[in-house]
């Protein structure tokens, strides 16, 4: 069983900077690709950055410029740097592990974007 957990959000003022965490805990899988996803209210969930197995990074461009995913292997750990948030950045965002056995989604953290 993996189970991703994600940690880093918060409260930030507009224009500031977060950096997201996920950790996949659990053994014997190999991941596949990596990515976050956010919803916010009202909204359907959205794909924010992804990334592959090989470093192979996409983005949105409502986030593109702003928002760098990167993934270390050995911790079976997958961040997101995000800066100049804006208030429509605010959303709970996830993260989601795809291995062989299936996908897996976290919880997800919540990110407000207010002054």
């Known amino acids: 069983q993996v189970q991703p957990v994600e940690s880093g959000g918060g409260l930030v003022q507009p224009g500031g900077s977060l950096r997201l965490s996920c950790a996949a805990s659990?053994?014997?899988?190999?991941?596949?690709?990596m990515a976050w996803y956010r919803q916010a209210p009202g909204k359907q969930r959205e794909l924010v950055a992804r990334?592959?197995?090989?470093?192979?990074?996409n983005y949105p461009d409502s986030v593109k410029g702003r928002f760098t995913i990167s993934r270390d292997n050995v911790r079976s750990t997958v961040y997101l740097q995000m800066n100049r948030l804006k208030l429509e950045d605010t959303a709970v965002y996830f993260c989601?592990?795809?291995?062989?056995?299936?996908?897996?989604w976290g919880k997800g953290t919540l990110v407000t974007v207010s002054s």
């Open positions: 990334i592959t197995n090989a470093g192979s990074t």
């Open positions: 659990g053994s014997g899988f190999s991941i596949y690709d």
């Open positions: 989601k592990i795809q291995t062989r056995g299936g996908d897996y």
